[in-house]
């Protein structure tokens, strides 16, 4: 789990496909300093499993000309490339790190399971003096999902809604999330990961049955049969929500 407190900017430096998985060697010291095979680092939203590690000072043994250290390696299967914008990523795309967070963490952010819902592009940027607010398209499927001050990630960086019509959602970046994550230099037309709240799903989940019309997501429908049922056409309505 994860909180959308990016640690720090990496830098892609190494891109291998080998038949269907895409192998991404990411330079990133700070979250590569006490990382171990086996552990989860988002990457841009994405929590992704550290299959090698490259120490500061050595190479990686890979002949791939990265042998400056605080690297780390990570594989991509087609279900994480179809699904995400780091099928798009190559050698210097730079990319939002962050460590999965230890027991008794502050949680700085939301709650983040890495578990990208969607991409959004981003439509326009508004500048302010020092601030600046982003404008994404909203996937249809996810729109239940976000409301205004509720929590969204972008790209592994948490965030709050600042306002939504349904289609399309914006947020307010101060100074720092600018200089500190690649949300500053993202251009127009840009593809982002999106993360919505999961808590929002687990109660769509929870209370799809006993709210007549309400319909459950595809990451989660109905069993048949839960909940009460207060009229024929209430348990129609819910035998088509978990069929």
């Known amino acids: 789990m994860f909180t959308g407190i990016v640690e720090e900017i990496g830098e892609v430096v190494a891109a291998r496909r080998t038949d269907d998985v895409l192998e991404l060697t990411v330079r990133g010291p700070t979250v590569s300093s ?27 043994g890979t002949g791939d000309g990265t042998g400056d250290g605080g690297a780390f390696r990570v594989e991509l299967v087609p279900e994480t490339l179809a699904r995400t914008s780091l099928a798009g990523v ?9 460590r999965a967070m230890a ?13 990208v819902d969607g991409v959004a592009t981003l439509l326009r940027r508004d500048p302010g003096t020092r601030s600046e607010e982003l404008h994404f398209s909203l996937p249809a499927d996810l729109a ?14 948490s965030l709050t809604v600042a306002g939504t019509d349904g289609a399309t959602f914006r947020v307010a970046l101060i100074p720092t ?11 127009v037309g840009d593809t982002v990961n999106l993360e919505v ?8 989940r929870l209370t799809v049955g006993y709210v007549p019309g309400a319909r459950a997501s595809n990451q989660g429908a109905a069993h048949r049969g839960a909940g009460p049922v207060s009229s024929g056409d209430d348990a129609a309505e819910q035998q088509a929500v978990g069929s």
């Not at 992704?48 to 050595?58: H, I, K, Q, W």
């Not at 027991?103 to 578990?115: C, F, P, S, T």
């Not at 239940?144 to 960086?157: F, L, W």
């Open 90 to 98: 190559g050698v210097g795309t730079h990319v939002n790190l962050e």
């Open 34 to 60: 006490d990382a171990r095979h086996g552990d989860s680092i988002a990457v841009s939203g994405v929590c992704l499993t550290v299959t090698a590690l490259e120490a500061p000072g050595a190479g990686d």
């Open 197 to 204: 709240d999961v808590v929002a799903k687990y109660v769509e």
């Open 144 to 157: 239940r999902y976000v409301v205004e001050k509720g929590s969204i990630t972008v790209d592994g960086v």
């Open 177 to 187: 999330t600018l200089a500190h994550t690649t949300l500053g230099s993202r251009a």
């Open 103 to 115: 027991v008794g963490d502050r949680l700085g952010g939301h709650i983040v399971q890495g578990h």
